[in-house]
């Protein structure tokens, strides 16, 4: 656990002065917060932070040096303890699930699906302990490099359909999000989903930034693509191309991510989604370091909603 010195005390009040202007300041439907083990995997440790910066929500990946998924429940029911005492509201827990090369038709692909379905039941007990009913899923892999076969759309949707329906009768929503490598990478693959998989059990994770990394320009253009009343869930930081011309993260505020234009657009069009700072840059002064900074920033851009 992280000790903190004098200066990191003046930067904890500054942070709560602007926590609390922008509990005065933020539209009431913006529920911001952060992907926990982007700051710790230790529980306390995020649910510290998070308070400390006036935030009441948190986005679940990874507990104590494991993915969620792979805690045992009573690992998920001691996380659950903790975020109830720091009053932190667990916003989606994250997933695998579908994270995976589209199996093939055969006896050994079956099998491979049917460890899916098995990844996804647990995943819903998770859930319901910790107080969600979101999930974020995915729409399969390819390979780095690869060009994606557009054939095998049909096969995914209706798998990703399958999912959608097993979530309702358990009584939870999944949150597909678009991802590097993915089938559904940019925002025009998320929209062409949206348009095949009917089921309202079925929305969006929008990570612009990660549709960025395709060449897309994600906001205004990809996002426009999108049905907002489906956006579910949306991961929020920044982004700039290097000398190379490839997409890499860095500090909010510090890269070409409209994250201002983008949150307005999404409030303005009603979307009644959550909202999650997803740092993914990493500074030498740790990820806890890295998540302030751009929580800091973040936070005077949603002064300005």
């Known amino acids: 656990?992280?000790?903190?010195?004098?200066?990191?005390?003046?930067?904890?009040?500054?942070?709560?002065?602007?926590?609390?202007?922008?509990?005065?300041?933020?539209p009431a439907q913006l529920r911001l917060g952060v992907t926990t083990d982007e700051i710790d995997e230790d529980v306390v440790t995020a649910s510290r932070f998070l308070r400390r910066f006036g935030l009441a929500h948190g986005e679940v990946r990874n507990l104590w040096g494991k993915y969620n998924t792979e805690q045992p429940v009573e690992k998920v029911r001691e996380a659950q303890k903790l975020f109830h005492e720091y009053g932190i509201q667990v916003s989606i827990v994250d997933t695998p699930f579908f994270k995976i090369p589209l199996p093939?038709?055969?006896?050994?692909?079956?099998?491979t699906l049917d460890k899916e379905w098995k990844l996804l039941d647990g995943a819903f007990e998770r859930a319901r302990i910790l107080g969600t009913d979101k999930l974020r899923v995915f729409?399969?892999?390819?390979?780095?490099?690869?060009?994606?076969?557009?054939?095998?759309?049909?096969?995914?949707?209706e798998l990703v359909s399958e999912a959608?329906?097993?979530?309702?009768?358990?009584?939870?929503?999944?949150?597909?999000?678009?991802?590097?490598?993915s089938y559904v990478w940019r925002g025009a693959e998320s929209g062409e989903l949206?348009?095949?998989v009917k089921e309202d059990a079925l929305g969006l994770t929008w990570d612009p930034n990660n549709a960025a990394e395709t060449g897309e320009k994600s906001f205004p253009e990809g996002?426009?693509?999108?049905?907002?009343?489906?956006?579910?869930?949306?991961?929020?930081?920044?982004?700039?191309?290097?000398?190379?011309?490839?997409?890499?993260?860095?500090?909010?505020?510090?890269?070409?991510?409209?994250?201002?234009?983008?949150?307005?657009?999404?409030?303005?069009d009603g979307c009644q989604g959550t909202f999650s700072l997803e740092t993914h840059w990493r500074s030498p002064k740790g990820k806890a370091f890295a998540t302030e900074t751009s929580l800091t920033a973040l936070l005077k851009v949603v002064e300005k909603v």
């Open 194 to 196: 949206l348009q095949h």
């Open 139 to 157: 729409a399969f892999t390819f390979e780095t490099g690869a060009q994606p076969d557009r054939k095998n759309m049909p096969r995914i949707y």
């Open 164 to 181: 959608a329906r097993r979530a309702k009768k358990q009584g939870f929503r999944l949150a597909l999000e678009n991802v590097g490598d």
């Open 104 to 111: 093939p038709e055969t006896a050994e692909g079956q099998r």
């Open 223 to 268: 996002y426009r693509q999108l049905d907002p009343a489906r956006i579910f869930h949306v991961h929020l930081r920044d982004f700039r191309k290097g000398a190379s011309g490839k997409v890499e993260w860095c500090p909010v505020g510090e890269g070409e991510m409209d994250n201002l234009g983008q949150i307005r657009a999404l409030l303005q």
């Open 1 to 26: 656990m992280r000790t903190y010195t004098r200066r990191d005390l003046l930067g904890a009040a500054a942070g709560a002065a602007l926590a609390a202007r922008l509990q005065a300041a933020k």
